[in-house]
């Protein structure tokens, strides 16, 4: 009689409702951590009540400009190296890489990028242990291009974020 005792659905439901909870908070707490996040901050969106707006001309334009560019992580050197499918777009000021933390805009960063060659260098490293999203722009600001750097990644292609109108 006492087997049958834990077979009673009484007892399978007080057992099983406390298990999926945890489940479904560890599933809560996963999701959580996925790269979603759609804030602007780095784009300059603007927030007004519910609505967010952001100029998206320099992403119009980078993608008129067909522009693309290829970042390469270097730990020989210590640097970052990227280069643009067409230098000549960029002119002759600096260009900006922003590294966008997807969770704590505190760790966010902006490297100036100087012309060394045919690349662009910045002498500083990312945390190579996080993803990062990448946002370079040239020094007016015409342009923009985004991309993602995964964890321990050495290579990110960033490209227009819209297509060309």
């Given at each position: 009689?006492?087997?049958?005792?834990?077979?009673?659905?009484?007892?399978?439901?007080?057992?099983?409702?406390?298990?999926?909870?945890?489940?479904?908070?560890?599933?809560?707490?996963?999701?959580?951590?996925?790269?979603?996040?759609?804030d602007?901050?780095?784009?300059?969106?603007?927030?007004?009540?519910?609505?967010?707006?952001?100029?998206?001309?320099?992403?119009?334009?980078?993608?008129?400009?067909?522009?693309?560019?290829?970042?390469?992580?270097?730990?020989?050197?210590?640097c970052?190296?990227?280069?643009l499918?067409?230098?000549?777009?960029?002119?002759e000021?600096?260009?900006?890489?922003?590294?966008?933390?997807?969770?704590?805009?505190?760790?966010?960063?902006?490297?100036?990028?100087?012309?060394?060659?045919?690349?662009?260098?910045?002498?500083?490293?990312?945390?190579?242990?996080?993803?990062?999203?990448?946002?370079?722009?040239?020094?007016?600001?015409?342009?923009?291009?985004?991309?993602?750097?995964?964890?321990?990644?050495?290579?990110?292609?960033?490209?227009?974020?819209?297509?060309?109108?």
């Amino acid at each position: 009689m006492n087997r049958r005792r834990w077979l009673q659905p009484e007892i399978a439901l007080v057992l099983l409702i406390p298990l999926a909870t945890v489940i479904g908070g560890l599933w809560t707490l996963h999701l959580s951590d996925i790269d979603d996040s759609a804030d602007g901050e780095a784009e300059g969106a603007r927030h007004t009540a519910q609505a967010q707006t952001a100029d998206v001309a320099p992403d119009q334009a980078a993608a008129r400009l067909d522009l693309r560019a290829t970042l390469r992580v270097d730990p020989a050197c210590g640097c970052i190296r990227l280069r643009l499918s067409d230098p000549r777009s960029a002119g002759e000021g600096k260009l900006q890489l922003a590294l966008v933390h997807r969770m704590y805009a505190a760790r966010d960063t902006t490297l100036p990028l100087a012309r060394d060659g045919a690349d662009w260098t910045s002498p500083r490293l990312p945390d190579g242990s996080t993803a990062w999203r990448l946002v370079l722009t040239n020094g007016a600001r015409t342009w923009r291009l985004v991309g993602t750097l995964a964890p321990n990644a050495r290579d990110a292609t960033l490209l227009p974020a819209l297509a060309a109108p």
